[in-house]
Every structure is written in structure tokens, then in C-alpha cells.
């Protein structure tokens, strides 16, 4: 497999230095992308970075994940209109791990083959390097009018940010240059990847490289990925749609992919999964037949969700997806647990109940009408379960004086109506 040639089919090469193709054809080379550590969670959009390395190791190539440890606890101008949180040791060590874990889903660290991937993380090399010796070492190579030049910087200067650029910012760049510099020197890396905005700074590694050792590295960006709105994608202000099943479910991961529009589609699939460009193609051609039944969706969503989270999460996602649609069964409603409940119904209408109340059991017209408004009144309700249209947790109501109690609770906690098909209602019992 011919590394730039797989990545410029599914549209992940946005700028790459001369000589990189050859350098990958005449060894096997070691190339890094460096993941920030702020959270212990990566999220949607750290997806592109690691699907870059995941195909440069199937290349039979070596993949490095950075941690950026060190450069986590000063702050990246790159886009960014303010600083970044700053770590305390304990937190970056707990990220850390966290994240390997998560890169091991889509990185082979484990084996004794040549190429087997390897997380490293810049703050082991930062913390014991003086100001004294950075300034020596590599502030000297650097000149200021060099750096000034860079478009991130720029940027942040020309803004209106009152704050300005901080001289810790300002040396991002030398940091990040430093990594890049202290892995040729220590693991033979050759090649940097990473998103467009962070050319400038993977580029100046380049030079210090070349100034310090004379020695030639190459740089690799993918385009920013948007939505075809415009929007960014991954990294929301509110909402970030995390690889922890904790922070976003498993249900919840599978619709963002599930909701995505047919141009977005057409781009993800090639993107974030491992699908080969005959079956791609055949895919999207069957979906333009019959757009209507999202196919590049429904595909999309399942690959990345079972890549992600394994068989059985996209299982139950699929089977709770199928809820809303009147085709779940009360087995699969009193499978799912608390979160995807909550996350499938996120919007329906909810009413609280007494527990006390509900364990000396309370008739269905009085639940419905008169403890919650989920119906208008006792005579509506009646009428509707005379037509066959209210469902206590995906099972039809067919008597008006059936008795609701605890034993009905899904997750010990909630009830589900459901007037006609789509009308539905959330009970909570505390």
C-alpha cells in the first residue's frame, strides 16, 4: 500500500513537503502526530490524526502517538483565540493512560513486529530541561523573524484579543519544534502529521532539524475536516462527541454518524473508515440510487461505532435506535441501560412521580391524565386505549383499569407511554 497515494484518494492530504513520498518508498520510516492530553477521553475530532497513523502502520510503517504532556500545559495559539487549561502532573499521567487505551483500538502497540506503534510523551523529555539550556539549545537556531512569520501567530497578533499573544504561547512552536527534533534524534522520526493549522509549527521542526543536525524531515497536514453547513466538525462548544462511552453512549455516538448529511457522508466514510476505495465507490453509487435510505449512512455509522466500541455496543445501539420507529420490543426497551434510555428519549416530555404512590400501584387513566398530563383527560385515555393507541413500555395498553407499580420501572426509575406512534412520554419515579 502506497501511503500518499491512500490518503490523497480519501481526501486526507492537505499540504506535504517535497520528498516525502520518496522518503516513504525507500524505508520504512517513523512519523508522529501529537494528541493534546487535556481530557482523558479522545474525542471525534483527534479521529483524522489517528486514522492517519492507523493507515501509515498498515502502510508497514511506524507509527508514534505524542502526548503532548508538556506543550498541554502551555497552550497552543494554533486557532485558538485564548490559552488552553494548564495540567497538573497527576491529571496528565491519568489522561495519559486513558488515552492509550483508547488509541489501542485502532494501533497495533503490542506486538514484536518492526513497525509496532509506540506512545511517548513530550513532558519526560520538557520537565528536566531548563530555560537556560531551551534557549541555548534551541532558541539560538530559531530567529524571531521566522517565527513572526508564521500564520498562527499573525493571526493572534492582528486579532482583537485584548489579551494578546503571551510570550508562552509565542514559543509553542519551538517547544513542538523540540519534540520533533528530540524523536529524530531518539527514535529515527522522520515525518510529522498533522491537521492543516498545525503546518507552521511542524515546520519549524523541520528547520531545527536541518539547522541542528543537517539532517532532512518532512511534514504531512489533512485538511480541517466541516460539515457541510460550515460547522466545525467534532468540537463543539457545548458538545463534543467523545470515544468515552461515559462522556457520549455508545447510542448517542452511532447517530451523530447516523445524522450526518449525504455530502458529509460521502467525505466520513472515506475518512474514518478502513473501507477500500472499490467498496467505497460501490457504496456511494448504491446510496445515490436511493438516497432515502441513508445506506451510506446506516454503513458509516456502523463501522465507526464497532471500531470504536466493539460489537456489542453497536448492537444494542442499532436495537435502541430502532425504538423511536415502533420497531423495538419491551425486551430490548428493559435492556438498555439508564444513559442510552435517557439518550433515546432526550426531548420526549417528562413528568415526575411519587415512588410511594406508584408502589401502592395507581390506575392507568389516573397515571396518564391526572398524575402526569401526558393525555388531556381519563376520557381521552380511555379513548385511546379502546383504538389501540397508548403503549406502557412498548406494550399495548389493552384495559382501561390495568394497575401500573414498581415491577413496571425500567432501570427501577422509569415508565414509557407512548400515545399512537411517535407521541411519547417519559415517567420518572422518585
Not at 502526530?33 to 511506524?62: E, K
Not at 534557549?135 to 521566522?146: A, E, L, M, S
Not at 512569520?149 to 509565542?170: P, Q
Amino acid at each position: 500500500m502506497n501511503f500518499v497515494e491512500e490518503l490523497k484518494w480519501r481526501g486526507m492530504i492537505h499540504d506535504i513537503m517535497p520528498g516525502t513520498g520518496e522518503q516513504l518508498e525507500k524505508e520504512m520510516t517513523t512519523a508522529y502526530v501529537g494528541i493534546d492530553p487535556t481530557a482523558d477521553s479522545l474525542h471525534i475530532g483527534h479521529l483524522v490524526g489517528v486514522m492517519m497513523l492507523r493507515h501509515f502502520q498498515n502502510a508497514g510503517h511506524r507509527p508514534l502517538a505524542l502526548i503532548g504532556g508538556a506543550t498541554g500545559m502551555i497552550g497552543d495559539p494554533s486557532g485558538k483565540s485564548q490559552e488552553r487549561n494548564l495540567l497538573d502532573e497527576k491529571t496528565l499521567r491519568h489522561n495519559q493512560d486513558a488515552l492509550k487505551e483508547q488509541l489501542a483500538r485502532f494501533l497495533d502497540f503490542y506486538s514484536d513486529k518492526p513497525n509496532a506503534a509506540k506512545l511517548v510523551n513530550n513532558y519526560d523529555w520538557m520537565k528536566e530541561f531548563s530555560f537556560l539550556e531551551f534557549i541555548r539549545d534551541v532558541g539560538k537556531h530559531i530567529t524571531v523573524n521566522y517565527m513572526m512569520a508564521k500564520d498562527s501567530v499573525k493571526k493572534r497578533l492582528s486579532g482583537d484579543s485584548r489579551d494578546g499573544l503571551s510570550f508562552t504561547e509565542f514559543t509553542y512552536q519551538l517547544v513542538q519544534g523540540y519534540d520533533f527534533l528530540k524523536l529524530y534524534e531518539s527514535h529515527n522520526c522522520k515525518l510529522q502529521m498533522g491537521g492543516s493549522d498545525q503546518w507552521g509549527n511542524i515546520t519549524t521542526g523541520t528547520e531545527l532539524i536541518r539547522r541542528k543536525t543537517a539532517g532532512e524531515a518532512f511534514a504531512l497536514t489533512c485538511p480541517l475536516i466541516t460539515k457541510a453547513d460550515g460547522g466545525k466538525f467534532g468540537k463543539t462548544e457545548s458538545g463534543n462527541v467523545w470515544l468515552d462511552p461515559e462522556r457520549t453512549s455508545p447510542y448517542a455516538f452511532y447517530q451523530f454518524w447516523l445524522n450526518t448529511s449525504d455530502t458529509d457522508a460521502e467525505k466520513y466514510i472515506k475518512i474514518f473508515t478502513l473501507l477500500q476505495r472499490e467498496e467505497v465507490e460501490a457504496l456511494v453509487a448504491e446510496h445515490q440510487e436511493a438516497p432515502h435510505q441513508r445506506k451510506l449512512q446506516k454503513r458509516l455509522a456502523e463501522i465507526v461505532t464497532e471500531l470504536v466500541h466493539g460489537k456489542e455496543a453497536l448492537e444494542t445501539a442499532i436495537e435502541a435506535s430502532q425504538i423511536l420507529f415502533g420497531k423495538g420490543v419491551t425486551n430490548t426497551l428493559r435492556k438498555l441501560d439508564e444513559k442510552t434510555l435517557l439518550a433515546v428519549f432526550d426531548g420526549v416530555p417528562t413528568f415526575n412521580i411519587s415512588r410511594e404512590e406508584l408502589s401502592a400501584g395507581i390506575g392507568i387513566l389516573d397515571l396518564v391524565a391526572e398524575k402526569t398530563a401526558a393525555l388531556p383527560s381519563k376520557g381521552e385515555a380511555r379513548r385511546t386505549i379502546k383504538g389501540g393507541g397508548l403503549g406502557l413500555n412498548k406494550e399495548k395498553v389493552t384495559a382501561d383499569d390495568k394497575q401500573v407499580n414498581i415491577s413496571d420501572l425500567l432501570n427501577d426509575k422509569y415508565l414509557l407511554i407512548q400515545k399512537g406512534k411517535k407521541n411519547y412520554f417519559l415517567i420518572i419515579a422518585e
